[in-house]
């Protein structure tokens, strides 16, 4: 894969995603840091407090990256069983317009 590839990849439309582990390995490699700090016992209350946040941060992009893999291969494989058997995907429920404003209900 050349550099520019790889570079209009991530610059396209949600092209972020594909930086997830990479920023996960960052933020883990982080949380080891200040834990290891925090245990020399250098700035105590800042390492434990940074520790906590990288570690809520890894468990949120985690979380994060499931979920965007349930929704994609989710939708995807739905369309196709639909495609296959012949049924069209719209939704059963629409939305109603409201009526057009004629006129103020203010009165000065």
């Known amino acids: 894969m050349t550099s520019s590839n790889f570079f209009a990849q991530i610059m396209a439309?949600?092209?972020g995603i594909i930086l997830i582990p990479f920023t996960r390995g960052v933020i883990l490699c982080l949380f080891l840091l200040t834990v290891t700090v925090f245990i020399w016992g250098v700035a105590r209350v800042n390492m434990a407090i940074l520790g906590f946040l990288s570690l809520g941060m890894y468990i949120a992009l985690g979380v994060f990256q499931?979920?965007?893999?349930k929704v994609m291969g989710g939708s995807s494989s739905s369309n196709?069983?639909?495609a296959v058997e012949g049924e069209t995907s719209?939704?059963?429920?629409t939305k109603r317009r409201r009526p057009a404003v004629t006129s103020?209900?203010?009165e000065d």
Request: aromatic share 6%; no cysteine.
């Open 104 to 106: 103020s209900k203010r």
């Open 90 to 93: 719209t939704t059963s429920t």
């Open 80 to 82: 196709n069983n639909n």
């Open 13 to 15: 439309p949600g092209g």
């Open 66 to 69: 499931t979920e965007y893999k």
